[in-house]
């Protein structure tokens, strides 16, 4: 192999990777439109959005303050943060204690646990709407955020995803707190949970997210639009808003700010946590 | 943890790691660690789900206290020999096709060339996942706005360069691919960020080997990255076909099913004959019959994952 | 008040989190001066005109907060308004079609209006035009307040029609009432507008082409279903007879064979047809459009001495309450009342009011060419009983397509008669959920 070649080689792999990132930017550009242009009409004017042009004289933040003032955005806002901050809770709480249990407990019918806590990963959660709507009536709890949040809790990738992150911590941690006569409760409280970290980041980003995100159910459970998720409100009333386009976009806009601060916070956490679980709603 | 072994977390997850036979006596405290999940579990999950399955073999009535008559497989039945039934069921696959290859393909080229670019990485990945983050709704209402006949940013290019912009989600045979495109936006960027994680795993020392021998990048990527990236692609695919499967916002809020019962998918059929019709026996049935769709496709993806972990 | 528990919301994101697990349903706290919450699924020009209305109640009842949404039209409505009963977070007061209210009532979702209630607000039978009013009540209790009549209508477009001579001297329609004379106004239409005579939507619609079977179909005394809608009773020879009708006029060019809802008031927008039939609320968009035109009941054409017309009302109910008690009932009374002292308004967007005194009054005979069609109202057909039927339901939409499949020339009359039929007798098989 002569220098010569493989100089040649390398200006052939500079090149390559410059189409590589040429392709790729205006691929990025692109994706990026349709977020841009909700924004350009957001803040034009209700009348100039009827003129397909990227620019407008008179910018304004006024459909924004007249969503804010107008709709009941701000509560469903308020409903969303705290239905998900509920269920990521919970799946955090209640997945890790289980899976702690699996991972560290010897007791009988272990696997039979296991396998049914398994199985749940395999029914979709939309098949259940109608049998839950029904649970949920009989028992009262229709147009509660209990409802919307508690079949949302009992995740079982959560399960996994602690089981696994447990199964890879060494078991001489806590066998020096067991010969002590710690409990299994302080042993997971004390020693566990706080190395888990980026596990518990996982379930409670993911969990958090898909509770925000999700329509099917809060649609049907939440039929009143003063405690509306976000996402429920802006499908069923959007109506309100007509053909005023500046508005609409601005109230697109507004239901997309939570979320998209979340991933801008925890962004390593949540690639890193897609990547390694490979969870989706 | 990777996703390749999340791609079969089941067999491992219980052989790994067989902690010491004890003495008995963790019973106790083991089932209160179990109760709280377990209890939710049982009361929102298992039990609803045999209810639901109750619940086919009767006419229950949503405005009616009870099961209602018994109907044997009358709902089952009624599905499947109705077009109402196999439409929507269709509709489902259609997408379905429409959406998983772009998705699958697309995804995958755009992290092949993020992989080779060293700088400004985070850019890619904001304007690919972010889309990915935003409610179904607020998706729908940014692409019910670039589709709008007349106004619609799509239709201004589209005639800006001389084409004739059909409608896009009021025409019938348009409606499905517009919403497969809006899709497509929405969630491009999940398969971007599993394949660009499966990307680096493959080890940079099998490029620098194969660059010694004198392989360009295309046959680098043929024969080092692809097939490093098998397990990623089946569970990319099988993800993407189930999630793709169980779609329902997209029409629900763009075209609430039509033009036409077009775009009618089959949770919206379930939420239709359910909760606007008040059959909710016959929604169960449906549901059922959804279940073991979704369950046929589980069982295809475990056979493939079983076959490639014989072949490695 | 909303302004403040909005700023006190906007607090911090925890406040929001508390303030709203305190309000999460567990205890909605109702104060019966405070909120009257109100339901409607009106865009468009009837939006506008109710949003007036509303306006009108908000000035003159500041002790009331007034909560009014608007849903989406059609089956998502009735849903969210059915889901939103069974989960004891009803609306107090929420619009219903009158062929959509009678299975909420036999749902058991609505209240019943007793006669003692209904008097202490001047709502008597006897202010209320006897066709809605009558087909409101079930078992003879009143659950549904009628406030209009939409019958399907004809608008014609008065430059199109003078210039064909369809116009007498005064300027008013000849009559069409006559399979015949129809067709022949069609074709004279056609020759001037060098395009259609008439429009009506069919592509993708779900309703408009029941509307213009079933106008002519009941003209003939066809009724299509029986017995709470258990029964399909088509009969054959009439619908054959209306649908070769209507076939006629496509195929002949009188008409357009394919053309969806925004087309069809396109076409007469721009002149391109001479008739446009459709439900009287259109007219807000062809004033907007300033266009020369006009409106009159649909057509007798088949019906000889005996009118009848496809048509609908606007009710309003009371979806039932958790905790109704005396006062509530009579705010959102007195809220249905005020509604009703509007008619006027709802009028001008096309609508024939259902109330009497504004009905019979000088003022509505003078509002052209509102009054025009006032008299169809009387020969209100409405879409036959059945839990699967009334405006915009699935037995719309059966019919629509197999209707719709014969205006385009894609089906014969009797295959589209024999579609109706088991498209329909499944559904009427189906045990009523209600």
Known sequence: ?281 | MTASQTALPTRQAIDDDPPPPRPRGQGLPAAGFLTPFLLLYVLFIAGPALYGLVMSFFDTSMVKPGLSGFAGFGNYAEALQSADFWSPLWHTIWFTILTTPPLIVLALVLALLADRVKHGRWFFRLAFFVPYVLPSAVVALIWMWLYTPGLGLIETALTKIGLTSPNWLGDPGWAMPSLAVTTLWWTLGFNFVLFLAGLQEVPRELYEASSMDGAGPWQQIRSITLPMLGRTLTLVAVLQVIASLKVFDQMYIMTSGGPNFATRSVLQYVYDSGFTNFRIGYASAVSMLFFLVVLAVSAVWFAIVRRQEKEV | MALTRRALLGGTAAAAALGLAGCSGLTPGRDPGGTLSFWNLFGGGDGLRLTQMLDAYRAANRGVNLEAVTLAWGNPYYTKLSLATLGDKPPDVAVSHLTRAKTLISAGLLEELKPEDLARHGLDAANFTARPWEAGLVDGKAYAIPIDTHPFVMFYNTDICQKAGLLDTAGALLPLDTPEKFTEAMKKAKDVTKAYGGVVAIDNDVASPWRIYQSLYSQLGGETLADEGTKVVIDEARATQALSFLQGLTRDGLMPGSIDYQGAIATFANGQSGFYFQGEWEISTFQTAKLPFSMTSFPNIFGGGKYAVQADSHTLVIPKQPDQDQANLDRSLAFIRFLLDQSKTWAEGGHVPAWKPFLDSPEYKAMTPQSNYAAAADGAVYDPDGWYSGSGSNFEIVTSAAIGSVLAGRAAPAAAVAQMRSDLTSLAKTASPV
């Open chain 1, 1 to 281: 192999m002569t220098t010569m070649t493989s100089m040649s080689i390398d200006t052939r792999m500079k090149l390559f990777n410059r189409i590589c990132a040429g392709v790729l930017i205006a691929f990025a550009l692109l994706w990026l439109v349709p977020l841009a242009w909700a924004f350009d009409t957001a803040i034009k004017p209700n009348e100039e959005t009827t003129k397909t042009t990227w620019w407008t004289d008179n910018p304004t933040f006024s459909a924004f303050s007249r969503i804010i003032n107008e709709t009941d955005i701000i509560r469903w806002f308020g409903s969303s943060l705290f239905i998900a901050t509920l269920t990521a809770f919970g799946a955090v709480l209640t997945g890790s204690l289980a899976a702690f249990a699996l991972s560290r407990m010897r007791f009988r019918y272990r696997n039979v646990v296991f396998w049914v806590v398994l199985a749940g990963i395999m029914v979709p959660s939309q098949v259940l709407i109608v049998p839950q709507f029904r649970e949920m009536d009989s028992i009262g709890l229709l147009n509660t955020f209990w409802a919307v949040s508690l079949p949302q809790i009992p995740t079982a990738i959560a399960v996994f995803i602690f089981k696994q992150f447990f199964d890879g911590l060494p078991k001489e941690l806590e066998e020096v707190a067991r010969l002590d006569g710690a409990s299994f409760l302080r042993i997971y409280a004390r020693i566990i949970m706080p190395l888990a970290r980026p596990a518990v980041a996982a379930v409670a980003i993911f969990t958090f997210v898909s509770s925000w995100n999700d329509l099917l159910w809060p649609l049907l459970v939440l039929s009143n639009p003063d405690n509306m998720t976000m996402p429920v409100g802006l499908a069923t009333v959007q109506g309100t808003f007509g053909i005023r386009y500046a508005d609409t976009m601005a109230s697109a806009l507004l239901g997309a700010v939570p979320l998209v601060a979340v991933f801008l916070l925890f962004q390593r956490n949540i690639v890193e946590g897609i990547a390694g679980s490979g969870l989706k709603g």
